[in-house]
Nanobody, 123 residues
Framework: QVQLVESGGGLVQAGGSLRLSCTTS????????IGWFRQAPGKERDFVAA????????TYADSVKGRFTISRDTAKNTVYLQMNSLQPEDTAVYYC????????????????WGQGTQVTVSS
């Protein structure tokens, strides 16, 4: 069982930055692909970014490319999402998720989910 806990959300002005963290408790998640997703009110949960188990491969949604960076610190069992140049449309609850082996962009392919952290960007 992999338990995920997100942190780092908050309220920020447009153009600002936040760094989200996704930490596992229990077993280590080295070898698990980790994804970040977000869900705005009344909308579906959308893919944001993902990183492979080794950390060597990453992929991003077009809407965040060049602004967000995903990384992982295996020793700390933590994956980060650095978010720069935030815009009001980035406002959402952000979730991290884990799946064995490779990373993926499909929400339904992830086995484990955190509870989410709220990110609010004011204009």
């Amino acid at each position: 069982q992999v338990q995920l806990v997100e942190s780092g959300g908050g309220l920020v002005q447009a153009g600002g930055s936040l760094r989200l963290s996704c930490t596992t408790s229990g077993r280590t998640f080295s070898g698990y692909g980790i994804g970040w997703f977000r869900q705005a009110p009344g909308k579906e949960r959308d893919f944001v970014a993902a990183i492979s188990g080794s950390g060597g491969r990453t992929t991003y949604a077009d809407s965040v490319k060049g602004r967000f960076t995903i990384s992982r610190d295996t020793a700390k069992n933590t994956v980060y999402l650095q978010m720069n140049s935030l815009q009001p449309e980035d406002t959402a609850v952000y979730y991290c998720a884990a799946r064995p082996y490779a990373m993926a962009t499909g929400r339904t392919t992830y086995n484990y989910w955190g509870q989410g952290t709220q990110v609010t960007v004011s204009s």
